[in-house]
Structures are given as structure tokens and as C-alpha cells.
RNA sequence: GCCCCCAUCGUCUAGCGGCCGAGGAUUUCGCCCUUUCAAGGCGGCGACACGGGUUCGAAUCCCGUUGGGGGCACCA
């Protein structure tokens, strides 16, 4: 194992010689809870990647590690995927020819992948246990030794595999690895050399007869005929194994490229403590889906020196996976706010009044879907997320209550002010923004009063709050009485 | 501890030897617009981690240092 011969370059791209329509990729996630942000740019770039090229797209689900893989989670991802808009050409729900797309639902193509091997020697039983394995490996690090597996198992004889065998032990099936140094092409980094003495023989098939990982994706992405593999950086050290794994396949490799981490503020991987990671959690929050598209599609890769906002078809047209960022990217949430407002604004109304239903409601706001959707184009520019509706909307459809400010307002010496504006407003012939802001100014005028004193005592009034909407438009859609009345109870609590 | 990756404004980035006294976006600050808040317009502050090379010339190439990140499982 110590015997280093010359770098071979076994990933030369060359399966990805494959252009246009010839092009697979798929995104291959384990269904262990949410979709989080940075598998959502894994699965974003690869979509572009196969889009852009005609090509094919594929979801496949890794769940081979049984204990944390859950059904729900697989619905959370392909409900979370759907939402973004990222559609698969194979897997699950819409099938393919190189199925299962579920890898838990094939176990018998893995085993006797794994049989093979065990007959061509690339592979070999190893009943070490698990126990066992640990010590050793805590035991290496004391030493200051790199940890991994030693290869005790590789020579064994067949006396002590019966010995071993007698003792009921049971074995999990260890990939050879060749012993020499192994040069991995990365699309994205190019050209990185793995050293012998790192690539220490590993698990591909458990004792339970489920394959890890390495040996599960690794044999998919041959079957399934993949091209390219875009997956995060820290897939990048298990390469140099499914390289091997794919040689003993005798099949040429897809091309490689490994995307920088997104991290938080902190520079450490973007965990719930940052608090949002969840694309669904995005949804939930009231961001758009194009939004979310258009700003992990920045984080880490851009189109030119100035162009911001990129549709699907844009980002589609021009997407290059080789002008993809090395470094880590770190999740600015301020500027998706940002980004979500301008969506926001870009938005039409109906879409939007149908989106707020849900935030409205949430917020215990009965409110008249009419009415939201006259009130949206006043609204949506002042917005960043859909969660600033109700916040901003409440007036219109439950009696206020003063908030701190505009309570202080109200009980200051303005009663003179909403007197004006009562005699002002009441006998207005037609209720619009333009006959409000006509009686309005007048009144301004004729008290000497600065827009400011003479408008800030009805909003306080009218809405219960300092900060709103354009008065005039709200005053509008609330109507007549209820703008009216509710400049009288200003009055009347004045005194 | 060992292996691998990375390093331009606070943040996302453009830059692939001279066009850079470093461009855009966001954030922040100021001004304009203005019925509040936004939106919009204009302007300001703000970066090539450090040290050596190579070269007529380096943000761009090489080496080292420092600093981040990833990996070293019968997880993926």
C-alpha cells in the first residue's frame, strides 16, 4: 500500500466528451430531513448544467443509510424541488429507463456488483468489527498517525477466515485499492492528486448487506449512464475511490466538478442556528421561488461584471459550470431580501393577492381577497417578503388600535387637525385617492400646516399607524365610514 | 495529527500578465424625489492576506507563511 507509482489520470472527462443531448446529470440526495440551501444549488446547477445542454436530468435518492433515510423527507425534497422549479427528466414520480431511482429498491444490482469484485479480488471480506475498527482509529490518532483502515483483512488466509467465520463473526466487503497514486480532473479545479498512502481500503458493502455510499453512487452513476457529476466540495476526497470502483466497472468515468460549501456569517457551515437553511423554510417566510433561484445561482458562479438578475431561461442560456467560484460563499441573507423584494415588485398582482392568502391567514387576519388584491400594487413595492403583508394590510380589515407612536400622536394637540380633515373629507362627492388628496391639501393649505403635521395625525388615525401605505390609496380602499369613523374616535378620545 | 481545497471592498463577485490609480451588486452613509415608509435617481466610504521570487511589466504565474474550509466511518 506504501508504493507510490506515477499519478494516473483516470478522469480525464472524457465520458464527458458527451455533448448536447448526450448530457446526464442528476442530483442524488439523502432524504434525511429538509432540502437544505446549498443541496438546493447542488441540484440548481446540475439542472442548469443538463438544461443547458439539452440534456437529461436526474433524481436520484440515496437511502441507503436506513436509520436516517425517512419517506417524508423524500416528499420534503421533491416538494422542496418542485417549488424552485427544478424538474427531473428521470426519478422519482415521473420513472425512466435506468430505475430504480430509489437506491434502497435495488439492493440486489449492488451485491452482485459486490460479488464480482469479491471474485476478481478488487474486493475482500473484512471482519473487523466495528468496535474493533474504532479503537484502532482512536488509537492512530493518539500515535498521530493518520487514521484508516490497515488492510489486516486483504491477506487473509481461508483457515482464518474460517476461524473467524466459526466465531459467528459476520464481514462487511472492503474495495482493494490499488496502491498508488490517483489524479482526479475536476471541471472546476482542475487537475488534484490524491496520495496512495490516504486511499486506505473502505467499507462498500455493510454486513447487512446495504452498500455505503462510495460503492452505491458510484455503480448508479454508471448505470444510469451519468456524464457529469456537479456535487458540494465535500464529496471531493471520495472521488479518487469511485474512480477506482468505476475502473473495476471497466467504465469511463462521468466528468467531476465539486462546488465550494456555502457557510454562514460565521464561516462555518450554514447550520438552523443561522436560521434559515430549509428552502422550505424560505417558502414559509415569503420569499419567491425565482428569487431563491436567482441568488443561489450568484453564490458562486456569475454571468459578467454587471448583470444581477437572471430568469430561468437567462440563467439556462448562460450557465457555464467551468466559471464556477473555488472558494466558499458566504450566505448573505440581506441581499435575498433584497433580490426577493425586487421579484416582489416585479410580480403581478393576482399572483401576489393568491400568494398572501397564506400570510394573511396565518396572521389571523380575516381578510377579503378583493380587497388585498386593490391594495397589492400600493403594497408590494414596500415589501421584501410576503411576511410584510399582514403587517402592512391589517389596517384594512380590523379595527386598529394605536400603536405606541401613533398613540403618542393622537394625544398630542392635533385634535384641531382632525377636525379640519373631518369637515374636510365628509362632504366629498366621490371617495378616490385624488378627491382625498384634493380635500387634503386644501386643508394644509388653509391651516398653514406642513404635509407632514397635517398628514400624520389622520394616518396615525386611519391606520393606527405612523408608517403605512400612501394614505390617500388606503383612505380609498378602507372607504368612506370607516376612514370617517375612525377620524371621529380620534376625535372623541381627544376630547 | 495527516491529506485535500481555497484566499479581490463587511458580503456575493468581475478580473484569466499590460485596457486596474481594480469594475458591478448588496450593506452602510449623504443628497435628491416625497404625505409616512418604501421604491427610484445621484454621490461617498470600502478590497487585491503577508513575504519572497519570475517578468520590461503581476490582483493575475511560481514558492513559502498565515488564515479559512473540507476530509480521514459498516454517514452521505
Redesign the pocket.
Known amino acids: 500500500m506504501t508504493e507510490t507509482g506515477a499519478p494516473q489520470v483516470v478522469a480525464d472527462g472524457s465520458a464527458a466528451a458527451a455533448a448536447g443531448s448526450d448530457v446526464r446529470c442528476r442530483f442524488?440526495?439523502?432524504p434525511?430531513g429538509y432540502l437544505h440551501v446549498g443541496n438546493a444549488r447542488t441540484a440548481l446547477f446540475s439542472w442548469l448544467l443538463a438544461r443547458r445542454n439539452g440534456g437529461t436530468f436526474v433524481l436520484r435518492v440515496?437511502?441507503?443509510?436506513?436509520?436516517?433515510?425517512t419517506d417524508e423527507a423524500i416528499e420534503i425534497l421533491i416538494h422542496s424541488l418542485r417549488w424552485l422549479g427544478i424538474d427531473w427528466d428521470e426519478g422519482p414520480e415521473v420513472g425512466g429507463p435506468f430505475g430504480p431511482y430509489r437506491?434502497t429498491e435495488g439492493l440486489d444490482h449492488f451485491r452482485e456488483v459486490t460479488d464480482r469484485f469479491l471474485e476478481a479480488g478488487t474486493a475482500y471480506r473484512?471482519?473487523?468489527?466495528?468496535e474493533e475498527?474504532?479503537d484502532r482509529?482512536r488509537a492512530?490518532?493518539k500515535?498521530?498517525?493518520?487514521?484508516?483502515?490497515d488492510g489486516r483483512c486483504r491477506t487473509l488466509g481461508d483457515k482464518e477466515r474460517a476461524a473467524f467465520e466459526a466465531e459467528g463473526?459476520?464481514?462487511?466487503v472492503?474495495f482493494a485499492m490499488p496502491g498508488n497514486d490517483i489524479a482526479?480532473h475536476?471541471l472546476?479545479?482542475?487537475?488534484?492528486?490524491?496520495?496512495a498512502?490516504?486511499l486506505?481500503d473502505?467499507?462498500i458493502?455493510?454486513?447487512?448487506g446495504?452498500?455505503?455510499?462510495?460503492l452505491?453512487?458510484a455503480v448508479d452513476d454508471v448505470r444510469m449512464k451519468m456524464t457529469h457529476v456537479i456535487r458540494?466540495?465535500?464529496?471531493?476526497?471520495?472521488t479518487p475511490?469511485q474512480l477506482e470502483i468505476m475502473k473495476a466497472l471497466g467504465a469511463p468515468p462521468p466528468a467531476y466538478a465539486?462546488l465550494?460549501?456555502?457557510?454562514g456569517?460565521?464561516?462555518?457551515?450554514l447550520s438552523k442556528r443561522f436560521g434559515a437553511v430549509a428552502v422550505e423554510h424560505f417558502r414559509e417566510t415569503g420569499f419567491l421561488p425565482e428569487a431563491l433561484v436567482n441568488?443561489l445561482a450568484?453564490?458562486?458562479?456569475?454571468?459578467?461584471?454587471?448583470?444581477?438578475f437572471l430568469d430561468r431561461a437567462q440563467l439556462i442560456g448562460a450557465f457555464d459550470v467551468s466559471?464556477?467560484?473555488?472558494?466558499?460563499?458566504?450566505?448573505?441573507l440581506?441581499?435575498l431580501?433584497?433580490?426577493n423584494?425586487?421579484y416582489i415588485?416585479e410580480s403581478d398582482d393576482e399572483r401576489l393577492a393568491g400568494l398572501a392568502g397564506e400570510f394573511l391567514s396565518a396572521a389571523g387576519i380575516d381578510a377579503d381577497p378583493q380587497l388585498v388584491l386593490r391594495a397589492m400594487p400600493?403594497v408590494k413595492?414596500?415589501?421584501?417578503t410576503l411576511a410584510e403583508l399582514p403587517g402592512?394590510l391589517r389596517f384594512l380589515f380590523e379595527d386598529v388600535t394605536p400603536d405606541e407612536k401613533a398613540a403618542a400622536m393622537l394625544a398630542g394637540d392635533h385634535v384641531a387637525t382632525l377636525r379640519a380633515a373631518l369637515s374636510a373629507l365628509e362632504p366629498l362627492p366621490d371617495w378616490t385617492?385624488d378627491a382625498i388628496?384634493q380635500a387634503?391639501?386644501g386643508l394644509?393649505e388653509s391651516l398653514g400646516l406642513?404635509?407632514?403635521q397635517?398628514?400624520?395625525p389622520?394616518?396615525a388615525a386611519v391606520?393606527g399607524?405612523?408608517?403605512?401605505?400612501?394614505?390617500?390609496?388606503?383612505m380609498e380602499l378602507l372607504g368612506r365610514e370607516r376612514s370617517l369613523s375612525r377620524i371621529r374616535a380620534a376625535v372623541d378620545a381627544a376630547g
Request: proline share 9%; net charge positive.
Open positions: 442524488a440526495p439523502s434525511t440515496e437511502d441507503t443509510d436506513r436509520a436516517r433515510s437506491q473484512c471482519y473487523c468489527t466495528p475498527l474504532e482509529r492512530a490518532l500515535r498521530g498517525e493518520t487514521p484508516g483502515y463473526r459476520s464481514f462487511a472492503r482526479v475536476d472546476i479545479r482542475g487537475e488534484t492528486t490524491f496520495p498512502a490516504d486506505k473502505f467499507v458493502m455493510r454486513s447487512n446495504v452498500p455505503t455510499y462510495l452505491a453512487a458540494g466540495e465535500d464529496l471531493m476526497p471520495s475511490r465539486h465550494p460549501l456555502i457557510v456569517p460565521n464561516r462555518q457551515p441568488y450568484l453564490l458562486g458562479w456569475s454571468f459578467d461584471e454587471k448583470t444581477t466559471h464556477v467560484s473555488r472558494n466558499p460563499a458566504v450566505f448573505d440581506q441581499k431580501e433584497w433580490m423584494g425586487h415588485r400600493i413595492e414596500r415589501i421584501h402592512m385617492a388628496h387634503l391639501g394644509k406642513s404635509s407632514k397635517a398628514f400624520q389622520v394616518r391606520t399607524t405612523l408608517v403605512s401605505p400612501p394614505l390617500y390609496e388606503s
